[in-house]
């Protein structure tokens, strides 16, 4: 199974972007996460998801900007991004893995990632 992330791009500060991630096949993952990494810092946490329902944590820095859905049908998990400001820019990565909740906010909770995709902000 591969993760493969899709929507990045160039936008203006204050613009959105929806970033998707689909998994080439059914997993037996728990939480599907997105994080990001910006030049010269460690990858962060931005947003997760439980397969099941029930369960959605954001950021402090991306909260009631950011939101995170899924297509169980589709096994694609999105990330709508809006009021992008110039400190969003990073990689993004989506991530897979039976994590349960207490985990579901760090990398080690997951053992599936995509490729990255950019996203840049300008001021």
């Known amino acids: 199974v591969q993760l493969q992330a899709s929507g990045g791009g160039l936008v203006q500060a204050g613009g959105s972007l929806r970033l998707s991630c689909t998994a080439s096949?059914?997993?037996?993952?728990?939480?599907m996460g997105w994080f990001r990494q910006a030049p010269g810092k460690e990858r962060e946490f931005v947003a997760t998801?439980?397969?099941?329902?029930?369960?959605?944590y954001y950021a402090d820095s991306v909260k009631a900007r950011f939101t995170i859905s899924k297509d169980n049908a589709k096994n694609t998990v999105y990330l709508q991004m809006n009021s992008l400001k110039p400190e969003d820019t990073a990689v993004y990565y989506c991530?897979?893995?039976?994590?349960?909740?207490?985990?579901?906010?760090?990398?080690?909770?997951?053992?599936?990632w995509g490729q990255g995709t950019l996203v840049t902000v300008s001021s």
């Open positions: 991530a897979a893995g039976r994590a349960v909740m207490s985990t579901s906010t760090t990398p080690r909770g997951y053992d599936l």
């Open positions: 096949g059914r997993t037996a993952s728990t939480y």
């Open positions: 998801i439980r397969w099941s329902g029930g369960h959605i």
